[in-house]
Nanobody
Framework: QVQLVESGGGLVQAGGSLRLSCAAS????????MGWFRQAPGKEREFVAA????????RYADSVKGRFTISRDAAKNTVYLQMNSLKPEDTAVYYC?????????????????????WGQGTQVTVSS
């Protein structure tokens, strides 16, 4: 049974930083890609960032490029989202997701429909 467990959310002032973690278990993820999505009240779930387990390829939403960094630690089966220079509009519930298989050289998907497993979400609130 696949489990994705997020942690690291909280309340931070604008300009501050947070690091989200997603611990994955229940299968071998080496052929998978991992993504972070977020959903603010009254809005659709939106793509934030994605990374492949195998070669570390990444993709970011334009709104977070240069501020957020996604990374993975294969030994710990954990994916991270380092969020710097946070803005009030980054306030949302952040979800970790896994999908696959990933083929090296392809563009990571930003569609939530192509992710098979989801975590329960962690709240990030950025105050102005």
């Amino acid at each position: 049974q696949v489990q994705l467990v997020e942690s690291g959310g909280g309340l931070v002032q604008a300009g501050g930083s947070l690091r989200l973690s997603c611990a994955a278990s229940g299968r071998t993820f080496s052929r998978y890609y991992m993504g972070w999505f977020r959903q603010a009240p009254g809005k659709e779930r939106e793509f934030v960032a994605a990374i492949s387990w195998s070669d570390g390829s990444t993709r970011y939403a334009d709104s977070v490029k240069g501020r957020f960094t996604i990374s993975r630690d294969a030994a710990k089966n954990t994916v991270y989202l380092q969020m710097n220079s946070l803005k009030p509009e980054d306030t949302a519930v952040y979800y970790c997701a896994a999908g696959g298989p990933y083929w090296s050289g392809t563009v990571l998907t930003l569609s939530p429909h192509e992710y098979d497993y989801w975590g329960q979400g962690t709240q990030v609130t950025v105050s102005s």
